[in-house]
């Protein structure tokens, strides 16, 4: 049997008050060896920092494994879920305090897979934010070595001097984010370039 | 195509200019899908009627992937997440609510017709008066101090949820001059792969509204808008007490072979 899904629709602009929740953003403590704060700036097609977007990650632990562990909602400050939300600020800038995810297969670069929500966005859009390595691990990742060479930083989270893990969205624009869509996952963007 | 006034609040345009846009856009898809190309069964990302979109949309097509390990999973979520008292929003004050008391209720299953069990679904919604508990809402439309208009639930072993709420009012935006929303109520899902994750808008029948909303026309096939419309079902109404409302939420299909998922059993 094959029915047809039931469409998405924008998260509008009054998400704000219902999505969002407090350790959201907390995936492990900051205090845990191993925390890493990923974190970025979303911008429009003008570049201007669009703040009323909503952003879940989701990625393995650092050994590649996936938590089938609930408690995403109520953390318990021990068990590692994989899963976290937060919303950008005022100024477009989403935080998350994760660990650094391993590879998941014996070809795959490790990565963090990123969901944009925002007002004005009609339906949810999927990136993968893969971590800073070595540029022969990033050749032989299937997905990026599909990406045209001129778009894949769009791909690629940046190690800031401080350690943290630097990764912007662009919805349009010179450096418009690769965004992902997969078989069964129907998405009509409409004109495109 | 002329220069278009980028600002969501600008509110310059009248219905009559909105609608005209969205007829031309519709009738160009028609003649298209009568023509032999796809039927679109999603919203337009690039939908210029509604003008938050123009600047925030994708201009580039989406980028084919295979799906991956993390990718034919999602995250799981247990009662030690969402209690159950967080599906019905009219007990969370002390007082009752105002407004018609409704429960609205049905299936999130997946493509392939299999149930979508113990499963994260949250909604949040204005209240009878089209307000939402939400400080960027500042239309002069009464708040309720009973209703926040939140709530939270996980499926049951065959995918089935329910909601007890208030009916929300339909209320303005800024997107055009004079623009108002269907009334509805948002809707976010889970599946068995984080690929299935929709947010989405369910809507009341024979709401006068659609023509004119343009986030529900940016679906710009008939009987894909449709699926985002619930249907009263009076089994669900309870005497003296609610009327009732279904609405079945279809994920796309898992990206994973039948084996694999009877594994997890």
């Known amino acids: 049997m094959k029915l047809t899904p039931t469409p998405g629709q924008t998260v509008g602009p009054f998400f704000g008050y219902a999505l969002p929740y407090a350790g959201g953003e907390a995936l492990v403590d900051r205090s845990h060896p191993s925390a890493v704060r990923l974190h970025g700036t979303v911008y429009d097609g003008d570049g201007v920092p669009v703040p009323d977007a909503l952003l879940e990650i989701w990625q393995p632990d650092e050994h590649g494994a996936i938590s089938r562990q609930p408690g995403s909602l109520h953390r318990d400050g021990y068990t590692f879920t994989g899963w976290g939300r937060a919303a950008v600020d005022g100024a477009g800038h989403y935080s998350f305090t994760t660990l650094e995810p391993g590879s998941t297969g014996p070809e795959v670069a490790p990565y963090v897979l990123v969901t944009i929500f925002a007002r004005g966005l009609m339906d949810r859009l999927f990136t993968r934010a893969y971590l800073p390595s070595e540029p022969a691990t990033l050749e032989r990742d299937p997905l990026l070595s599909s990406v045209p060479a001129e778009r894949r930083h769009t791909l690629l989270a940046s190690r800031e001097s401080d350690g943290s893990l630097r990764f912007d969205i662009h919805f349009q624009g010179e450096d418009e984010t690769v965004f992902l869509t997969y078989p069964n996952t129907p998405q009509f963007t409409g004109p495109v370039d | 195509m002329a220069e278009k006034n980028t600002d969501p609040d600008a509110a310059v345009l009248s219905q009559a200019e909105i609608d005209t846009e969205i007829a031309a856009i519709h009738a160009e898809y028609r ?134 709420t208030i009916k929300p009012a339909p209320y303005p935006w800024k997107n055009h001059n004079n623009a108002w929303r269907s009334a509805h109520i948002h809707f976010s899902l889970f599946g068995t792969d984080f690929t299935q994750r929709i947010v989405t808008q369910m809507y009341f029948p024979g709401d006068p509204i659609f023509a004119l909303d343009p986030i529900y026309q940016s679906i710009t096939d008939q009987a894909a808008r449709d699926r985002l419309v619930a249907t009263y079902d009076h089994s669900v109404s309870q005497h003296e007490w609610n009327t009732g409302y279904r609405w079945d939420i279809v994920l796309s299909g898992s990206n994973r072979t039948w084996a694999e998922q009877e594994e997890e059993h």
């Open chain 2, 31 to 164: 003649a298209q899908r009568d023509a032999g190309a796809p039927v679109e069964t999603n919203a337009r990302l690039n939908f210029p009627p509604y003008r938050s979109s123009l600047l925030r949309h994708p201009t580039k097509s989406l980028h084919h992937a295979d799906p991956e390990d993390i990718e034919l999973h999602s995250p799981a979520f247990g009662h030690r997440d969402v209690s159950a008292l967080e599906s019905d929003l009219t007990i969370q004050h002390n007082g009752e609510p105002i407004g018609e008391r409704i429960i609205v209720t049905g299936r999130v299953i997946d493509g392939d017709g299999r149930a979508v069990a113990g499963q994260l679904v949250e909604m949040w919604q204005a209240n009878a008066a089209g307000r939402y508990m939400h400080k960027r809402d500042q239309h002069p439309a009464p708040l309720d101090p009973n209703f926040t208009g939140v709530g939270r639930t996980l499926t049951g072993p065959d995918g089935e949820y329910s909601f007890t």
